[in-house]
């Protein structure tokens, strides 16, 4: 009977333990970015506001769930419970610091923990390496526009000094340099490293450098350290769904895999159907995404906000811009800011660019893109997209401010396509132009946006020719000579190449520059037209000297002809007794 009763309570004992869940399973839960778990699990030890550090972490893992509402909520509700702790302030002014606050306050706040915390005796005399921690996670976190990522190095590197097995501290250390941007990456890869060093299955190390290498474009070292991560910890979900994103956009079945995996290890919540639904969008299902999306927005998870990005996406694909504005605008109004990604505000500015007087809407939200995003090339491809909808609405002063941020955040000239597409989009825009009015202003900064490219790329043709087409579309009824000196700079250009093909270029130039100073030019006495026409046509001579040649013929006759205009012009003005005078076209 003894043996049967000592039985049951060493079962019951071990079923305690079993069941019980502690802080350090939720922190493992939020390590693996299942935050539904997490937050279940904060939410019972948190029952009550009696447990400090339970609340605190209940209120990070509705922060790393980008739910920032539902984490001030939380500690807004401790402290009015009457849970003045250490853990709760920390808490709350992380919160402050994400909402822009003042970092100043901030600071007090965590400096006042530090103090509450230290102990002044004893074998662990001196500062809490947890609440150490704390801080510089709460600087780690956010964009670099937000927080003080020195100040959160500081006490990081206290923390480590304290606690040194801690492989935590230095994710939130690399994170910190990450946030300093410049030249500080060497220091986060060390930061990252040092946390796989201490655990060498600590996935999450592994990770974080995989990402290093992924925003500089190093796919052969990204997968090294994402292998790296997997092999560390195959559960590790994260790694599956930065692998499904890297291959959404180039190989539809990869992401698959890829994705399946993620569900396999993620947690089952409204996070997994999202990216369920950006799968069949990806794959060109439309009807099916929308239904996944219909499918979210009727059961649980009807407040999820990406929903309405899914909604966007896959009306903008289908060729309804008036649901996709729609919705992506619900989407920036319901999400949390700091949740949202640069290929959000990019997306965003493709659907305003659709819209006649959506221009500057679209580059305000590429601008953000900008903004947001850390990797140059991105950057630039934003910035491109931008300079193209500028010219678009012939806003060459708008397109050359944005050609001069991509040359500051490129550090010298852009690659030659770059400025290729740009002035591409200035003369495909004056193309599509039906007006007739010219405006100066607008003429000359278009102009010298080519420029750039010509100046940029002088052994590169198309620079000249773009600059010449632009010209000669501006110049609507030929009378203002804006194409002159463009086809002079080309036709100098091209007088290097002896092929077939540059001759007849700079024949046809000619051709226009002859038409220009015989029947439009009004600048100049007639007599200087007549001569200056004659001038073209020996330099289409030289082009063609072969007598027998048409464009010989042609060029000769016509220089022929206008000399013997000019001679009869000369003898009228003298018999006239009349002075230089101007064309009388």
């Given at each position: 009977?003894?043996?049967?009763?000592?039985?049951?309570?060493?079962?019951?004992?071990?079923?305690?333990?079993?069941?019980?869940?502690?802080?350090?399973?939720?922190?493992?839960?939020?390590?693996?970015?299942?935050?539904?778990?997490?937050?279940?699990?904060?939410?019972?030890?948190?029952s009550g506001n009696k447990d400090a550090e339970a609340v605190y972490w209940l209120g990070q893992a509705y922060l790393d769930a980008d739910q920032l509402d539902s984490a001030k909520t939380v500690y807004q509700n401790a402290l009015t419970a009457g849970l003045n702790d250490p853990w709760i302030w920390i808490g709350s002014a992380h919160v402050d610091v994400l909402q822009g606050g003042d970092i100043n306050a901030a600071k007090q706040k965590f400096?006042?923990?530090?103090?509450?915390?230290?102990?002044?005796?004893?074998?662990?005399?001196?500062?809490?390496?947890?609440?150490?921690?704390?801080?510089?996670?709460?600087?780690?976190?956010?964009?670099?526009?937000?927080?003080?990522?020195?100040?959160?190095?500081?006490?990081?590197?206290?923390?480590?000094?304290?606690?040194?097995?801690?492989?935590?501290?230095?994710?939130?250390?690399?994170?910190?340099?990450?946030?300093?941007?410049?030249?500080?990456?060497?220091?986060?890869?060390?930061?990252?490293?040092?946390?796989?060093?201490?655990?060498?299955?600590?996935?999450?190390?592994?990770?974080?450098?995989?990402?290093?290498?992924?925003?500089?474009?190093?796919?052969?070292?990204?997968?090294?350290?994402?292998?790296?991560?997997?092999?560390?910890?195959?559960?590790?979900?994260?790694?599956?769904?930065?692998?499904?994103?890297?291959?959404?956009?180039?190989?539809?079945?990869?992401?698959?895999?890829?994705?399946?995996?993620?569900?396999?290890?993620?947690?089952?919540?409204?996070?997994?159907?999202?990216?369920?639904?950006?799968?069949?969008?990806?794959?060109?299902?439309?009807?099916?995404?929308?239904?996944?999306?219909?499918?979210?927005?009727?059961?649980?998870?009807?407040?999820?906000?990406?929903?309405?990005?899914?909604?966007?996406?896959?009306?903008?694909?289908?060729?309804?811009?008036?649901?996709?504005?729609?919705?992506?605008?619900?989407?920036?109004?319901?999400?949390?800011?700091?949740?949202?990604?640069?290929?959000?505000?990019?997306?965003?500015?493709?659907?305003?660019a659709k819209f006649p007087g959506g221009e500057d809407s679209a580059i305000a939200y590429l601008q953000k893109a900008v903004d947001l995003d850390t990797v140059k090339d991105e950057q630039l491809k934003y910035l491109i997209t931008a300079g193209k909808i500028a010219a678009a609405s012939a806003n060459y002063r708008r397109q050359l401010a944005i050609v001069k941020k991509m040359e500051t955040?490129?550090?010298?000239?852009?690659?030659?396509?770059?400025?290729?597409?740009?002035?591409?989009?200035?003369?495909?825009?004056?193309?599509?132009?039906?007006?007739?009015?010219?405006?100066?202003?607008?003429?000359?900064?278009?102009?010298?946006?080519?420029?750039?490219?010509?100046?940029?790329?002088?052994?590169?043709?198309?620079?000249?020719?773009?600059?010449?087409?632009?010209?000669?579309?501006?110049?609507?009824?030929?009378?203002?000579?804006?194409?002159?000196?463009?086809?002079?700079?080309?036709?100098?250009?091209?007088?290097?190449?002896?092929?077939?093909?540059?001759?007849?270029?700079?024949?046809?130039?000619?051709?226009?520059?002859?038409?220009?100073?015989?029947?439009?030019?009004?600048?100049?006495?007639?007599?200087?037209?007549?001569?200056?026409?004659?001038?073209?046509?020996?330099?289409?001579?030289?082009?063609?000297?072969?007598?027998?040649?048409?464009?010989?013929?042609?060029?000769?006759?016509?220089?022929?002809?206008?000399?013997?205009?000019?001679?009869?012009?000369?003898?009228?003005?003298?018999?006239?007794?009349?002075?230089?005078?101007?064309?009388?076209?």
């Amino acid at each position: 009977m003894k043996k049967t009763i000592l039985s049951l309570v060493t079962f019951l004992s071990m079923y305690t333990i079993v069941t019980a869940q502690s802080i350090d399973d939720g922190k493992k839960f939020l390590y693996y970015e299942r935050y539904t778990s997490a937050k279940q699990v904060f939410e019972k030890l948190a029952s009550g506001n009696k447990d400090a550090e339970a609340v605190y972490w209940l209120g990070q893992a509705y922060l790393d769930a980008d739910q920032l509402d539902s984490a001030k909520t939380v500690y807004q509700n401790a402290l009015t419970a009457g849970l003045n702790d250490p853990w709760i302030w920390i808490g709350s002014a992380h919160v402050d610091v994400l909402q822009g606050g003042d970092i100043n306050a901030a600071k007090q706040k965590f400096e006042q923990a530090i103090t509450a915390t230290t102990k002044t005796k004893g074998r662990n005399k001196g500062p809490n390496a947890d609440i150490l921690n704390a801080i510089g996670r709460a600087m780690a976190d956010g964009p670099s526009t937000v927080g003080d990522p020195n100040y959160g190095i500081d006490k990081l590197k206290q923390a480590a000094s304290i606690d040194p097995q801690n492989p935590g501290i230095f994710i939130n250390l690399g994170k910190c340099y990450l946030k300093l941007g410049g030249d500080h990456g060497g220091e986060a890869f060390e930061a990252f490293r040092q946390s796989t060093v201490i655990n060498p299955q600590f996935a999450l190390g592994y990770y974080r450098i995989g990402l290093i290498y992924q925003s500089q474009r190093n796919q052969e070292s990204m997968n090294e350290w994402y292998g790296k991560a997997i092999n560390a910890d195959p559960t590790f979900a994260p790694v599956y769904l930065q692998y499904f994103q890297y291959y959404s956009e180039t190989d539809v079945s990869a992401a698959k895999e890829y994705l399946d995996k993620y569900i396999a290890n993620a947690d089952k919540d409204c996070k997994t159907e999202f990216f369920v639904g950006d799968y069949l969008f990806r794959a060109g299902k439309y009807q099916e995404s929308l239904a996944k999306a219909k499918e979210m927005e009727s059961g649980s998870c009807k407040d999820y906000p990406s929903i309405s990005i899914l909604y966007a996406y896959n009306y903008d694909r289908l060729g309804d811009s008036v649901q996709a504005k729609s919705y992506i605008q619900k989407y920036f109004a319901v999400a949390n800011p700091d949740a949202l990604q640069p290929a959000d505000y990019a997306f965003a500015g493709s659907i305003f660019a659709k819209f006649p007087g959506g221009e500057d809407s679209a580059i305000a939200y590429l601008q953000k893109a900008v903004d947001l995003d850390t990797v140059k090339d991105e950057q630039l491809k934003y910035l491109i997209t931008a300079g193209k909808i500028a010219a678009a609405s012939a806003n060459y002063r708008r397109q050359l401010a944005i050609v001069k941020k991509m040359e500051t955040i490129n550090g010298g000239k852009l690659s030659e396509t770059e400025y290729f597409n740009l002035a591409k989009a200035i003369t495909d825009a004056k193309e599509a132009d039906s007006s007739k009015t010219f405006d100066s202003s607008k003429y000359l900064i278009g102009d010298s946006v080519i420029m750039l490219y010509v100046t940029a790329y002088p052994d590169k043709p198309q620079g000249y020719s773009f600059r010449t087409r632009f010209a000669k579309m501006s110049d609507v009824d030929s009378t203002r000579g804006l194409a002159v000196a463009p086809i002079e700079q080309y036709n100098e250009y091209l007088s290097k190449d002896t092929s077939e093909d540059a001759k007849k270029s700079m024949f046809a130039n000619y051709y226009y520059l002859l038409l220009y100073y015989a029947q439009y030019a009004t600048d100049v006495p007639k007599e200087q037209e007549y001569q200056r026409a004659i001038d073209v046509t020996e330099k289409m001579k030289a082009i063609y000297p072969d007598p027998n040649s048409d464009e010989y013929k042609f060029a000769d006759g016509t220089g022929k002809s206008l000399q013997s205009s000019l001679d009869k012009f000369n003898k009228s003005k003298a018999a006239n007794g009349s002075g230089s005078g101007k064309s009388q076209k």
